[in-house]
């Protein structure tokens, strides 16, 4: 039997990370001029990238330095597929997870989506934070008519107008919930794609799903248990 974690910002806000939709969160709070739905897509990174760049640093990468916590030690030798781009899980131990939306501390040439790119280390070194925008655009490799195909750099993120594919493991994402007997979903409030491609899948093969959450979102589906608790209560049960 395998049980099969599936972890979302929760998970890493007791390692100081704002989770996403609380009154700190990524996606409360905007940049001047945009929303964080309009900040956080490619349209943005080809139209406006030293905004998004910007954005993408201060909402992230300012967060690249914290380490794990409990929960990511107790998650360091399961099956696990997480949300969260923190990388926190990996420096935790976790050798084989997921990290289905991607890491802040990697990136990739700027490429069409499904087409084969390596994933390599992201400079944040070499960015100038008394000049950020224009040191951004420079260590980015991004001149000013814009992004230039295979050789601007793209942080490793999956943004809210972009798809799954084998760039964020989505083949091994699919065969673990597959040949998942359990699933438990952490910390997550099933707003985005991937949790709703699991609960399809544990529907369609009948097994058990937990919960584990403060305030869980309700479920159409009658195995699942529900949790009302942190994370970190979860794994002394």
Not at 28 to 42: D, F, L
Not at 57 to 76: D, I
Not at 132 to 156: D, R
Request: aromatic share 12%; with cysteine.
């Amino acid at each position: 039997m395998e049980t099969l974690y599936i972890t979302g910002a929760g998970v890493s806000a007791q390692s100081g990370i704002p989770t996403f939709r609380g009154e700190d969160g990524f996606w409360t709070i905007g940049s001047q001029n945009y929303t964080p739905q309009e900040m956080a897509t490619r349209a943005m990174y080809e139209h406006n990238p030293g905004e998004f760049l910007c954005w993408y640093y201060k909402r992230f990468v300012t967060y690249q330095h914290h380490g794990p916590n409990e929960v990511h030690v107790w998650l360091n030798d399961k099956s696990l597929i997480t949300q969260n781009i923190d990388g926190l899980d990996g420096k935790a131990g976790n050798k084989n997870y997921v990290s289905i939306h991607g890491r802040i501390d990697k990136v990739t040439l700027y490429h069409r989506q499904g087409q084969p790119v390596r994933v390599e280390p992201a400079p944040w070194e070499g960015i100038d934070e008394n000049n950020l925008k224009q040191s951004l655009l420079e260590v980015f490799k991004i001149p000013s008519k814009g992004p230039e195909f295979n050789h601007s750099l793209k942080p490793y993120v999956l943004l809210f107008d972009e798809y799954y594919t084998e760039l964020y493991q989505i083949n091994k994402a699919y065969t673990m919930m597959e040949n998942a007997t359990k699933m438990v979903f952490i910390g997550t409030s099933f707003s985005v794609n991937i949790t709703q491609i699991a609960l399809e899948i544990a529907r369609r093969n009948n097994i058990e799903v937990e919960v584990v959450d403060p305030n869980p979102a309700h479920i159409l589906y009658d195995k699942v248990c529900y949790h009302k608790m942190l994370a970190k209560d979860y794994i002394t049960l």
